[in-house]
């Protein structure tokens, strides 16, 4: 559709990975199965915060909410790219392109509150146990969640409606998803309010929590450092340790995508790392976090000791 100077495309082709056919049959089982682990951990971490009553604490709440983020941040794009990549017509439409974008913005802006806002949960607990349950009941960290939630919405739905109103002069994406940097691309002309919001947003949501982040664990590092017991030390980094390396996995990505300079690599680079930022990354967390965690581990079992399934698998 056309108006004026500016054409509304109704349908946007996705180039994904189309130039290496071989590839795309690796990619679709890889995806594929990294989807389905993620699936399985993030479901079963937050069955094991609704069902064990004793994992009714703070860490646990913000632990649900991030394997929730972690499913809908693969449910928003892992589905459409295993159709494309299957797919000789790689297509999807102007409304799907706008979904696709305000669930990948928002969600991603979410994690990264949800990150922060767990690193000072761990200061708290580690650097001021006896203040914790004050400091961090469970109605203050419902709304620490809800804010992160909150934030990540309203700030994709900013960045959303800009990018929306930039006319393109294309509807080839170079990207197997609607990615905003991708889509943007496609400009006719340089936006500079674009530019501006997204530069804001990028140093909101990356460097600043991530900042919080590195403050807290020097605090937090400084403390356990102190500990005489090898046993309270070790108990402080398996709890810590888990979420420090979710951390570095996602702001690692992040910052690798959204603050570099614009000819520091290959497209064809700027896909990998986002795959592996939406893929990769959310099958991983509740892995680091089950493997790290002792309590998470028991939590778990305790969980899973109640299918009939996996009794039977028990007794065998």
């Known amino acids: 559709m056309q108006g004026g100077n500016l054409t509304i495309w109704s349908l946007f082709f996705l180039e994904g990975f189309s130039r290496y056919p071989m590839l795309e049959i690796v990619l679709f089982v890889f995806s594929l199965v990294m989807y389905l682990i993620t699936l399985l951990g993030g479901i079963s971490l937050i069955l094991v915060v609704i069902l064990d009553s004793c994992r009714q604490t703070s860490m646990y709440l913000f632990l649900g909410n991030l394997s929730l983020v972690d499913i809908c941040h693969t449910s928003a794009s892992v589905p459409t790219l295993l159709v494309n990549l299957l797919s000789s017509q790689k297509t999807i439409t102007f409304s799907g392109c706008a979904v696709q974008l305000y669930l990948s913005l928002s969600i991603g802006s979410t994690e990264c509150m949800l990150l922060a806002m767990m ?6 607990a580690i650097c001021n146990p006896l203040r914790y349950p004050i400091l ?7 709304h620490m969640a809800t804010a992160s939630w909150v934030t990540g919405c309203l ?3 900013l960045e959303t409606s800009f990018a929306l109103r930039v006319p393109l002069c294309g509807n080839l994406i170079d990207h197997f998803t609607c990615e905003i940097l991708a889509v943007l691309q496609l400009a006719c002309t340089d ?30 590092l400084s403390t356990i450092l102190r500990i005489r017991s090898a046993e309270g030390r070790n108990q402080a980094f398996s709890t810590s340790g888990a979420h420090l390396t979710v951390v570095i996995l996602y702001y690692g990505a992040a910052l690798s995508m959204y603050l570099k300079p614009s000819s520091s690599s290959s497209q064809e680079v700027d896909k990998i790392i986002s795959l592996l930022c939406g893929v990769l990354t959310p099958m991983l967390n509740p892995i680091v976090y089950s493997l790290r965690n002792k309590e998470v581990k028991d939590a778990m079992r305790k969980v899973l000791g109640q299918i009939p399934l996996y009794q039977a698998h028990e007794r065998l």
Do not use: G
């Not at 690193?119 to 708290?124: E, K």
């Not at 961090?136 to 419902?142: F, S, W």
């Open 136 to 142: 961090l009941n469970r109605q203050v960290c419902v």
């Open 191 to 220: 936006s500079l309010l674009m530019d501006v919001i997204m530069l804001v947003v990028s140093v909101l949501l990356l460097p600043i929590p991530m900042l919080l982040v590195c403050i807290s664990y020097v605090f937090i």
């Open 155 to 157: 700030s994709a739905l």
């Open 119 to 124: 690193a000072y949960d761990r200061y708290v």
